[in-house]
């Protein structure tokens, strides 16, 4: 299914963090998963001004000082008062570059006085990835090192078609609407892993400190396929059950 979009989220409680912090570690991940995966590569930045127009600047440029950078990346929140920093990257960076369906986006927002979050996908501002780059060894290196580094109270990497419900695309007329969609992956914090006992079809592995990561499929997650969706669905359930707050 083509128009599916993959996308991974980690969202977490608000946390006292430095653009310094955020810094650090917002680097540290993008290295990670360059050092890992080619196309995660020769990541930058562009920012979009009011009169439309853009501009763009590279990682290696601002690498040497990227606290600075992160600091002239303020976020507002509706009412215009500041709620912290968000940076984004994409890969592959050209000045002149316009992402297409292979390119790969990452971002954080952070320092927020509420609630915090990563994110990752590949693919345009307007459509989907191709599907050629989103596979399972691909979107895994993405969604441990996100867990590892930022440390949230819930993470997933999702499935969704624009504009269908899960259960529209899923085949399963029952499978539950959330904001965690048709999960591929996910994961949960110590804190609230605890009391949670997957079924056998979900593929589950444990981080160093307890949390709780759980796969539906070891390839890409295909809507409609019997075997993925059925395992997508427990997902969905255990984390609508347990997730917990923050919610997104």
């Not at 946390?15 to 930058?44: C, H, Q, V, Y």
């Not at 600075?68 to 592959?92: A, I, K, L, W």
């Not at 993925?228 to 984390?239: G, L, N, Q, V």
Request: contains cysteine; hydrophobic residues 40%.
């Amino acid at each position: 299914m083509t128009e599916a979009a993959y996308r991974v989220l980690g969202v977490w409680s608000a946390r006292a963090t430095s653009p310094a912090a955020i810094a650090k570690t917002f680097l540290s991940t993008l290295d990670k998963m360059s050092a890992a995966d080619s196309l995660l590569t020769n990541w930058g930045n562009f920012k979009f001004h009011e009169d439309g127009s853009r501009t763009g600047v590279s990682l290696d440029a601002v690498r040497a000082d990227f606290s600075r950078f992160v600091t002239g990346c303020p976020s507002v929140d509706y009412e215009g008062e500041p709620n912290g920093f968000s940076v984004g990257m994409v890969s592959d960076f050209a000045p002149e570059m316009e992402p297409d369906d292979r390119t790969a986006v990452s971002g954080v927002h952070a320092g927020d006085p509420t609630r915090d979050r990563f994110e990752f996908w590949n693919g345009s501002y307007l459509g989907p990835a191709n599907p050629d780059v989103v596979t399972y060894p691909r979107y895994r290196l993405v969604f441990r090192t996100l867990v590892n580094a930022w440390s949230p109270a819930w993470a997933r990497a999702t499935c969704s078609v624009p504009g269908k419900y899960p259960a529209e695309v899923s085949g399963d007329p029952t499978f539950p609407y959330s904001g965690f969609q048709m999960p591929w992956m996910a994961y949960l914090a110590p804190d609230r892993a605890g009391p949670v006992k997957p079924p056998p079809q979900v593929i589950t592995e444990r981080t160093s400190d307890g949390g709780l990561i759980m796969i539906a499929a070891e390839t890409r997650l295909i809507p409609g396929d019997p075997v993925h969706m059925k395992a997508s669905r427990a997902i969905a359930e255990i984390m609508i059950e347990h997730s917990g707050e923050p919610t997104y």
